[in-house]
């Protein structure tokens, strides 16, 4: 099912929701909860509640790219900016 997912959610077009959908679909429920995310030339801006979570998407910020990129394609997130808000 998973492929499935990225190959119906890769072919749609890019908005911001299909974005936010793969962003709630890489990082789960908790990271999602603690974050907005803007992506703008191919950088997703993630704004984080505090410095803690901050940090924990920094940490994870290569995996989660790699996560993004089957639902999103290849070219579509260069990296992540991660601020507190």
Do not use: Y
């Given at each position: 099912?998973p492929?499935?997912?990225a190959?119906v959610l890769?072919?749609?077009?890019l908005?911001p929701?299909?974005?936010a959908?793969?962003?709630r679909?890489?990082?789960?429920?908790?990271?999602d909860?603690v974050t907005?995310?803007?992506?703008?030339?191919?950088?997703?801006?993630?704004?984080?509640?505090?410095?803690?979570w901050?940090?924990?998407v920094?940490?994870?910020?290569?995996?989660?790219?790699t996560r993004?990129?089957p639902?999103l394609?290849?070219d579509?997130?260069?990296?992540l900016?991660?601020?507190?808000?």
């Amino acid at each position: 099912m998973p492929n499935a997912l990225a190959a119906v959610l890769r072919g749609a077009p890019l908005t911001p929701d299909k974005v936010a959908f793969a962003w709630r679909t890489t990082v789960g429920p908790a990271v999602d909860r603690v974050t907005t995310i803007e992506l703008k030339d191919q950088i997703l801006h993630v704004q984080a509640k505090d410095a803690a979570w901050r940090r924990e998407v920094e940490r994870s910020a290569g995996m989660i790219c790699t996560r993004l990129k089957p639902l999103l394609g290849d070219d579509v997130v260069r990296g992540l900016e991660v601020t507190v808000g």
